[in-house]
C-alpha cells in the first residue's frame, strides 16, 4: 500500500531509487565481473598478494581517472578481496579537520578508508592525513592560543583508498604518500560491449549484438554511462512494447537523448561550435570558453574535454583549445581552407 510518504516523493527521486538499486545489481562483485583495465588488476594482484603473505594490510593506494570508469567498485574489490570492511566517505563531507580526526579514530585494525573526490580536501585536512597514512598517528590540537597543546593517538593499522578524477589538484606530500598510484584508463569498445552484454544478462534484458555495438559506440568508453545507456534503452523498448532491443531501438533511444553516434551529448557539441563558430576554430583559452558556453571551468576540463581529446576532436595548445579536422566532419562545418 502506497504511505504518505510514497506519494509526496517527487518522480525524479523515485527514478534515482530506481537507479540506484538497479547499480547495485551491476556492481562487480568478483574480480572476473570486472572486465578490462587488465593492467591495473594485475598491480593490485601483487600488492594484495604481497600483503596477504606479510598479514598486513596493503599499501594505501590512489585511484585516478575520469568519473564512471570503475575506481570505487576496484576499491570495493581490494576490500572485500583482503576480507576488510570499507568505510566511505568524500573530500566535499570532510569539512573540518574534527570530521576527518572522528573517522580516523573510529577506524578498526585493517579497516579500508574509502575518500572519493580527494582532490576536494582541504589543506588543513591533508596535514592531518600525513601523519596518519605515515606513522598511523593523529594528532588532534586541544584548546586554542597559547594554551593549544597537541595531543597524539595512535591508529590501527589501515589503508586508505583514495580517488580522484584530477590527480593534478592533489598536493605533491599527499600523492607521495600512497604506495601505489594507479589511472584507469578509458576502455576499448570490445570491454564495453561485454559490460553491457552482462548488463543486459543480468536485468534479463534481451538485446542483439548489432544493438550492443550502437550502444557501446556512443558509451564514451565509459561502464557508468554504458550501463545509462542500457537502462534507456531498456526504457524505450518497454514504452514501445518491443521485447527486444533491435538496432532500431537503440538508434531511436540515442536520438531520444539527444546523443550522437559518437556519444556526443549537446553541451558536446555546443562546445565544439563555439570553438569553430566563435572563435576561429582556435586556440581559444578554457576560461574565455567557459565564459562564452556559461559553464564552469572546472566542469569543462574535467568532464567535457577528456573525452573530446580522447576521440581526436580537440586539441590542447599551450595558446588554448584547437578543433581538429574531425569536428569540422562531424559537425558538417567547413574549415577555413574551405571557406577561401
Ligand atoms: P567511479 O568510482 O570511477 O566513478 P564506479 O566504480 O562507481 O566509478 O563505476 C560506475 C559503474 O560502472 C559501477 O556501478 C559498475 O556497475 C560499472 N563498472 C565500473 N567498472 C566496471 C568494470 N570494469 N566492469 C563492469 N562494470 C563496471
Do not use: C
Not at 184 to 206: F, M, Q, T, V
Request: charged share 30%; hydrophobic share 40%.
Amino acid at each position: 500500500m502506497a504511505t504518505k510518504m510514497d506519494k509526496v516523493k517527487p518522480k525524479e527521486e523515485e527514478y534515482a531509487e530506481e537507479d540506484r538499486s538497479i547499480d547495485t545489481l551491476l556492481r562487480p562483485n568478483t574480480w572476473a565481473e570486472y572486465i578490462g583495465q587488465e593492467h591495473i588488476k594485475r598491480n593490485l594482484r601483487v600488492i594484495i598478494d604481497a600483503a596477504k603473505k606479510r598479514s598486513e594490510p596493503i599499501d594505501h593506494l590512489l585511484f585516478y581517472g575520469q568519473a564512471g570508469l570503475g575506481k570505487t567498485t576496484l576499491a570495493r574489490l581490494v576490500a572485500r578481496e583482503m576480507a576488510s570492511p570499507m568505510k566511505t566517505t568524500s573530500g566535499p563531507a570532510i569539512e573540518k579537520t574534527g570530521d576527518l580526526a572522528a573517522i580516523l579514530s573510529n577506524l578498526e585494525p585493517s579497516d579500508i578508508l574509502f575518500i572519493d573526490e580527494a582532490h576536494r580536501l582541504n589543506r588543513m585536512i591533508e596535514e592531518v592525513l600525513y601523519p596518519a597514512m605515515e606513522s598511523r598517528k593523529l594528532h588532534i590540537v586541544i584548546g586554542k592560543g597559547a594554551g593549544a597543546r597537541t595531543v597524539s593517538i595512535d591508529l590501527p593499522p589501515f589503508t586508505l583508498i583514495a580517488a580522484t578524477t584530477r590527480v593534478n589538484l592533489l598536493s605533491e606530500p599527499l600523492r607521495s604518500r600512497f604506495g601505489a598510484i594507479l589511472r584507469l584508463d578509458y576502455y576499448d569498445e570490445g570491454d564495453i560491449e561485454r559490460i553491457i552484454e552482462r548488463s543486459a544478462k543480468i536485468l534479463g534484458i534481451d538485446i542483439t549484438p548489432e544493438a550492443i555495438k550502437i550502444l557501446a559506440k556512443a558509451a564514451r568508453f565509459t561502464p557508468r554511462v554504458a550501463n545509462r545507456l542500457l537502462k534507456r534503452a531498456r526504457d524505450y523498448a518497454e514504452v514501445h512494447k518491443k521485447p527486444t532491443i533491435d538496432g532500431a531501438s537503440a538508434k531511436e533511444t540515442l536520438e531520444m537523448l539527444e546523443i550522437d553516434e559518437l556519444g556526443l551529448e549537446v553541451h558536446d557539441r555546443l562546445l565544439l561550435s563555439a570553438i569553430i563558430d566563435k572563435f576561429g576554430g582556435g586556440p581559444v583559452g578554457v576560461g574565455t570558453l567557459a565564459a562564452a558556453l556559461n559553464e564552469d571551468r572546472g566542469v569543462i576540463e574535467e568532464v567535457y574535454e577528456p573525452y573530446l581529446l580522447k576521440l581526436g576532436l580537440i586539441r590542447r595548445t599551450p595558446a588554448g583549445r584547437v578543433a581538429e579536422g574531425l569536428s569540422y566532419k562531424h559537425l558538417d562545418k567547413k574549415t577555413k581552407d574551405q571557406l577561401l
